[in-house]
């Protein structure tokens, strides 16, 4: 984009990375690995229990998540609304499961599954849409605008959306069925594996091999890669890139419809401020994992998700839940400053 | 170049604006008197239409104003209008008139739309605008603990003498009195210049706390789990609770804070089975994400697994509602008597004021009702100084009032201390299961 | 700026109409006075209009007109007088708006009720406006100015409302120091030290918070700065929520939900802020008057930032970075002293606000404030003092008087049972979706006025223009 010459290393800034830095990020990731090794000896059944729930919590945290990393590769633009437009999916999802198609609890496996299925793609493609709809309302024609002005209208647009979802379910929770059956699929010692938490990962794995097949062997996402490297190439080249910029949001917004369908399903309420906060902990993931990179997206939700349940529900040492939100925004911040890149991510000028 | 038409044309549409006289209806009062939100006349200036309803009067002009302070907007809304509705009728009841005296009411509001719920900036400025305005005889409120803190020592230290205050639902324990669960300098802090100008007649979190500690007690647990929403609120009766249930002998398995932006609480409730906890308390606001943090609970540990719960989550029907059914039989504590149990006074109202709005109305509004009724009662017996009011409210005696026969100890504190725990049916029905009322020994500890 | 301009073409006109040309050269013919009474003239029409429309009249109003158009009509800038180096008309208008914002507690509540808006806002709301006045104008300096996207500007305010609470209240009852406090007694106990040397220490302590959040951080650009300060901005109110057991030490430092309050006021001698001195100087008056001191201070000392080396620094690194570098600004210092400085400001506003409400809670600080303050500066024009004193003034109202009043105002008049006609049947709760309104406000004026409505000519041009190369591709929409 137009960002070529920003591309470059400024000069000087390399000395602002002493070298103490790795060194001091070695010790923490250290620190940690004991922390987790001693849980682990400590109180094993739980500690695997724990690691379930976080996969679960980080596997929808990766379908936002890669929402976002999809957007920053191409755009390079942080789509605050995304979280939103996830937000709304479940409410789409509540609203279909619950009062379309009036699903209760523990419903027969006849029934939910074929809804579920049919609820998936009406719930990809009505945040597949909203989200193109918003790329074309709020971003496009600011393409030639300084980089501030579209993250300002991404925040404005997150606030839109916010009360759309404020008008239409109002300020309180809604609260949706226990759907899926609970019933447990193994059991471990004392640790449990329920049904609710296996499907969730039934979903979301297809879904993520579709989408890296999708990236990497179609013309499309080729296209995708192209613009996503060089858009004045790409353009050159004659790649319409205002409609893979489109498709991209696309294909994102139906990430978040599936990740807003799993939500409502597995985590049974929803509000509207609830994206928000979402949104938030996923792009911490995306740039854990190396913001545009589609791998490290996921890696850096599972991480997340992880690290959540752990500070959460381990009981030797740990932070607890107050601080569950500091500890998150305190990975992005130590992620930014010791490796803007992520785990693995490729050095980029962000970080100098 | 570009900037003097954008200017000119905003300079230029101030006057128009300005030429456009009073639109709204000509609703238009007398000259250097704007300010009075419509209603004013006579000898008193309304406070502020900027937060405060216009005065609800009799046919004579009013001598005083009571103001009630309350949330208007947000989570609380529907408890707080009906709360304004109740003082209204007592208003109208009593004529308009304390004694010899005529009062005026006006309802204001301590809440933004930014925050959706109460706003300290809001309820400084509430604070001031009743200090400052000479007829402002007395405050009902505050509805938030923390709005209290900031509203009591502005009042004590108002010019024309400390303005007394009723509050019918602030339950933090250091507004009145000391103890393990508040912090230092309270409640002296909120008293600068020395005299007591607040009352409430609700129990404050102590009772609360302690009487839930006696009914886990009660129900032969050994080991509790308590969880807190981190708000004022929460934090302050999971504490109470926590230094009670110490004291009974309980085994404190584990004491944490629940975050209601949270998406999951199942890593929690794993943390509470590992604990070998055999109750959960739950201080907190079912508003907070507190029906799936109950949904987890019970997800996890099993769907009959004991909790306790205090009055915030005595929305019975949302609890119920919210958590989709796992809230079945927990135990939910509201401090005063149930409804069966009020004196005759008590079933009056609940049955003229439920006739005059058109429906069953809501805990709260007796304690709005009942707190008017103190208030008028400390004016009537007055010499009309605020200092005089704020007096005979520390020296409050009911009886057969609406809330029952009760006093008022010299921190400011009901003497009614009567808990009653409710045991949650199916569709948010409930059971008076218990009512107990803490020894003050326990109390003292909570 | 440097020469009055005559307005543009500003007329009524209707822009299809044949004769438009032949109006307009008549029109740009005439001079500015002439041109000036012609909209004014306009204007008066209207407003007559509109006043047989609602039917009612109220003398504030002429007189309001009046100064209106006795500021706008005459070219003040033209006067020929001279003060020092500086031309006096130039001081005209601006003179005349401060006396105006000085003696606004006396006339407020005697003026007319504007349509639609209700009543003009009440001192106290004043007070409320001014603080986020001082903010915005201290949000500007890093957004507006250095062009840093800054998404955590509450974290300054909360520091800068716990320094005062810290050291002006009972917070910590193990000390008793007392220094020039006004209205606390000398047995109470805590940190009491005079309000005044407190906004400054608070300024300075959040200046210095804000550099050490900085340093790391403004190595990286654009959108990943503004993600970091966004964490700051939540993890500061969440360590000052579990701050009343800071780790299990059982050290009490921010009393945690319950928040820090009383907090002492500001005061001279026997005048106690929090009471009053007299019906004259009434507390309302007395906080309105120093928060528009402490404006003026701000926007004087912005002002002057932004012609100096260090303001002309920031302005290269917001066009083209790597030009500033090559030119030889250096990146860091100057990025920091941007974040310092609008943190400085910050930091003085929250500690002015603390102590006025008398009141810290960590609930009062919201990812929603730094957006709120955010839309304060974009409506009314990065980098220009002028338009973000407007735009922070309004959305302030707004927030606090201005939406609910408009509610009203909708619900009686469409709303249920409405007595103009009825729209919708159960009432609208507008303030409900006030930051809904405010996302329409960023997403409007970035598309349609990215340099905001009173904008600085420089700011402008960079939008519309662009700082970077256009793309190749089509970006017309």
């Known amino acids: 984009?137009?960002?070529?010459?920003?591309?470059?290393?400024?000069?000087?800034?390399?000395?602002?990375?002493?070298?103490?830095?790795?060194?001091?990020?070695?010790?923490?990731?250290?620190?940690?690995?004991?922390?987790?090794?001693?849980?682990?000896?400590?109180?094993?059944?739980?500690?695997?229990?724990?690691?379930?729930?976080?996969?679960?919590?980080?596997?929808?945290?990766?379908?936002?998540?890669?929402?976002?990393?999809?957007?920053?590769?191409?755009?390079?633009?942080?789509?605050?609304?995304?979280?939103?437009?996830?937000?709304?999916?479940?409410?789409?999802?509540?609203?279909?499961?619950?009062?379309?198609?009036?699903?209760?609890?523990?419903?027969?496996?006849?029934?939910?599954?074929?809804?579920?299925?049919?609820?998936l793609p009406i719930g990809m493609l009505f945040c597949g849409v909203l989200n193109a709809t918003v790329e074309r309302i709020a971003y496009r024609p600011l393409r030639g605008a300084p980089r501030l002005a579209p993250l300002i209208t991404a925040i404005g647009m997150s606030f839109i959306l916010q009360n759309v979802g404020l008008a239409w379910k109002g300020a309180n929770y809604v609260p949706v069925p226990n759907i899926l059956p609970r019933g447990d699929v193994f059991n471990v010692g004392e640790a449990d594996y329920q049904w609710n938490k296996l499907i969730v990962l039934i979903v979301t794995i297809p879904v993520l091999i579709g989408l890296i097949f999708l990236v990497q062997e179609t013309r499309q996402g080729k296209a995708m890669r192209a613009t996503a490297q060089d858009s004045d190439a790409a353009a050159m080249m004659g790649i319409n890139v205002n409609r893979t910029i489109s498709f991209t949001f696309l294909i994102a917004g139906a990430l978040a419809g599936a990740a807003g369908l799993l939500y409502a399903l597995y985590v049974t309420n929803v509000r509207y401020d609830q994206g928000f906060q979402l949104g938030l902990i996923a792009f911490t993931s995306a740039v854990l994992g190396g913001i545009g990179n589609l791998p490290g997206a996921v890696l850096g939700a599972l991480l997340i998700g992880l690290i959540q349940a752990f500070n959460e529900g381990l009981n030797w040492h740990a932070p607890g839940s107050d601080w569950t939100q500091s500890i998150v925004f305190t990975v992005l911040i130590l992620i930014l400053v010791f490796r803007p890149e992520g785990l693995l991510g490729e050095r980029t000028p962000e970080g100098g | 170049m570009r900037k003097r038409p954008i200017l000119g044309l905003l300079i230029v549409a101030a006057a128009v604006l300005a030429l456009v006289a009073t639109g709204c209806g000509g609703k238009k009062s007398s000259k250097g008197n704007t300010n009075t939100g419509g209603g004013g006349g006579g000898n008193v200036t309304a406070l502020p239409a900027s937060s405060c309803q216009s005065i609800y009067q009799g046919s004579s002009s009013p001598d005083y104003l009571i103001a009630s302070d309350l949330p208007l907007q947000g989570s609380s809304r529907t408890q707080t209008v009906e709360m304004t509705k109740a003082i209204k009728f007592v208003l109208k009841q009593h004529n308009f008139k304390a004694g010899k005296y005529n009062v005026g009411y006006q309802s204001c509001d301590d809440s933004t739309a930014q925050a959706g719920k109460w706003d300290s900036g809001k309820c400084s400025a509430n604070a001031h605008n009743y200090a400052n305005n000479k007829k402002v005889i007395g405050v009902i409120g505050t509805f938030n603990s923390g709005c209290a803190e900031i509203v009591i020592p502005i009042l004590n230290r108002a010019p024309d003498g400390p303005v007394g205050m009723v509050s019918p639902a602030n339950t933090y324990v250091g507004l009145t009195h000391g103890g393990p669960g508040t912090a230092a300098g309270e409640p002296d802090k909120y008293y600068p210049n020395g005299k007591r100008n607040y009352i409430r007649i609700v129990a404050a979190d102590d009772y609360q706390g302690a009487s839930n500690a006696m009914l886990a007690k009660q129900l032969g647990y050994k080991s509790v789990f308590i969880f807190n929403d981190k708000e004022a609120y929460g934090l302050g009766v999971a504490t109470d609770f926590r230094n009670a249930a110490k004291k009974l002998?309980?085994?404190?398995?584990?004491?944490?804070?629940?975050?209601?932006?949270?998406?999951?609480?199942?890593?929690?409730?794993?943390?509470?089975?590992?604990?070998?906890?055999?109750?959960?308390?739950?201080?907190?606001?079912?508003?907070?994400?507190?029906?799936?943090?109950?949904?987890?609970?019970?997800?996890?540990?099993?769907?009959?697994?004991?909790?306790?719960?205090?009055?915030?989550?005595?929305?019975?029907?949302?609890?119920?509602?919210?958590?989709?059914?796992?809230?079945?039989?927990?135990?939910?504590?509201?401090?005063?008597?149930?409804?069966?149990?009020?004196?005759?006074?008590?079933?009056?109202?609940?049955?003229?004021?439920?006739?005059?709005?058109?429906?069953?109305?809501?805990?709260?509004?007796?304690?709005?009702?009942?707190?008017?009724?103190?208030?008028?009662?400390?004016?009537?017996?007055?010499?009309?100084?605020?200092?005089?009011?704020?007096?005979?409210?520390?020296?409050?005696?009911?009886?057969?009032?609406?809330?029952?026969?009760?006093?008022?100890?010299?921190?400011?504190?009901?003497?009614?201390?009567?808990?009653?725990?409710?045991?949650?049916?199916?569709?948010?029905?409930?059971?008076?299961?218990?009512?107990i009322i803490p020894p003050a020994s326990l109390v003292k500890v909570a | 700026m440097a020469t009055p301009t005559p307005p543009g073409p500003a007329h009524p006109s209707r822009p299809s109409r044949p004769t438009r040309a032949g109006f307009g050269e008549w029109w740009s013919e005439r001079s500015v006075i002439e041109r000036r009474l012609g909209i004014g003239a306009i204007a008066i029409l209207i407003g007559w209009l509109l006043l047989i429309a609602f039917s009612s009249f109220d003398l504030s109003a002429v007189y309001v007109a009046i100064v209106f158009l006795l500021l706008y009509v005459p070219a003040w800038d033209k006067l020929p007088f001279r003060i020092g180096r500086v031309r006096a008309g130039r001081l005209v208008i601006p003179v005349a708006l401060i006396v105006l914002a000085v003696t606004y507690p006396f006339y407020f509540d005697r003026l007319f009720e504007v349509p639609i808006f209700g009543p003009f806002p009440a001192v106290s709301t004043g007070v409320y406006m001014l603080v986020y006045i001082m903010m915005a104008i201290g949000l500007n300096v890093v957004v507006g100015y250095a062009g840093l996207l800054d998404l955590g500007y509450v974290a300054f305010y909360a520091i800068g409302a716990y320094t005062v609470a810290w050291f002006a209240s009972v917070q910590f009852p193990n000390h008793n120091v007392h220094f020039w406090a006004v209205g606390v007694g000398s047995n109470v106990p805590g940190f009491h030290i005079s309000v005044w040397f407190l906004l400054i220490a608070a300024g300075i302590i959040t200046a210095v918070a804000g550099v050490i959040i900085g340093l790391p951080t403004l190595r990286l650009r654009g959108d990943y700065l503004a993600i970091v300060t966004l964490g700051f901005g939540e993890i500061l109110p969440q360590i000052a929520r579990n701050g009343d057991d800071l780790f299990g030490s059982g050290f009490n430092l921010t009393n945690g939900p319950n928040g820090i309050t009383p907090i002492d006021s500001p005061g001279f001698g026997s005048v106690n802020y929090l009471t009053g001195y007299n019906s004259f100087f009434t507390s309302d008056r007395l906080f309105y008057w120093t928060a528009l001191i402490l404006v003026l201070i701000t926007a004087f000392c912005s002002w002057r930032l932004r012609d100096s080396r260090l303001g002309r620094a920031w302005i290269a690194i917001r066009e083209d970075e790597t030009a500033a570098a090559a030119m030889g600004v250096p990146l860091m210092r100057t990025k920091t002293w941007a974040y310092a400085t609008g943190a400085f400001f910050g930091g003085v506003a929250g500690a002015f606000y603390a102590s006025s409400k008398s009141a810290t809670f960590p609930g009062d600080f919201f990812f929603n404030i730094s957006v709120f303050i955010l839309c304060m500066v974009i409506l009314g024009g990065m980098g220009n003092i002028l338009g973000v004193v407007l735009g922070a003034a309004f959305l302030a109202y707004l927030d606090r008087e201005g939406l609910a009043n408009i509610g009203g105002w909708l619900n009686t008049h469409f709303g249920p049972g409405g007595s103009t006609v009825q729209i919708w049947s159960t009432q609208i709760d507008v303030p409900k979706y006030e930051f809904g309104i405010f996302g329409i406000i960023l997403l409007v004026v970035m598309l349609f006025r990215p340099e905001g409505l009173i904008p600085s000519s420089r700011r402008a041009a960079e939008f519309h223009e662009g700082v970077a190369d256009q793309p190749l591709y089509d970006v017309s929409h």
């Open chain 2, 249 to 435: 002998g309980l085994k404190i398995a584990g004491f944490t804070a629940w975050d209601p932006k949270a998406s999951s609480y199942e890593a929690l409730a794993n943390k509470v089975k590992q604990s070998g906890a055999d109750v959960v308390y739950l201080g907190g606001l079912e508003c907070e994400n507190g029906s799936k943090l109950i949904k987890d609970l019970r997800g996890t540990l099993g769907k009959d697994f004991p909790l306790i719960a205090p009055d915030g989550f005595s929305s019975f029907t949302d609890t119920w509602k919210n958590s989709g059914g796992a809230a079945l039989g927990m135990y939910i504590s509201v401090a005063g008597q149930p409804n069966e149990k009020l004196g005759p006074a008590g079933k009056k109202f609940v049955k003229d004021f439920g006739g005059e709005i058109g429906a069953e109305p809501n805990p709260y509004s007796a304690y709005g009702a009942q707190a008017m009724e103190v208030m008028l009662n400390a004016i009537e017996n007055s010499d009309g100084t605020r200092a005089k009011v704020a007096d005979n409210l520390l020296h409050t005696k009911v009886k057969d009032g609406i809330l029952g026969t009760f006093s008022i100890n010299e921190n400011g504190d009901t003497t009614s201390n009567p808990v009653t725990q409710y045991k949650l049916l199916k569709g948010g029905k409930t059971t008076p299961f218990k009512t």
């Open chain 1, 1 to 119: 984009m137009a960002t070529e010459a920003r591309r470059q290393p400024l000069i000087g800034t390399r000395r602002y990375r002493p070298d103490v830095m790795p060194i001091a990020g070695g010790l923490l990731v250290l620190a940690l690995l004991v922390w987790l090794g001693i849980n682990l000896v400590k109180t094993p059944y739980d500690f695997l229990e724990i690691t379930l729930i976080g996969v679960t919590v980080g596997a929808i945290y990766a379908l936002v998540a890669l929402g976002y990393t999809l957007v920053y590769g191409i755009l390079e633009l942080i789509n605050f609304a995304h979280g939103d437009v996830f937000m709304l999916g479940a409410m789409m999802a509540a609203t279909l499961t619950v009062q379309v198609f009036s699903l209760h609890d523990n419903e027969a496996a006849g029934k939910w599954i074929p809804i579920v299925l049919l609820c």
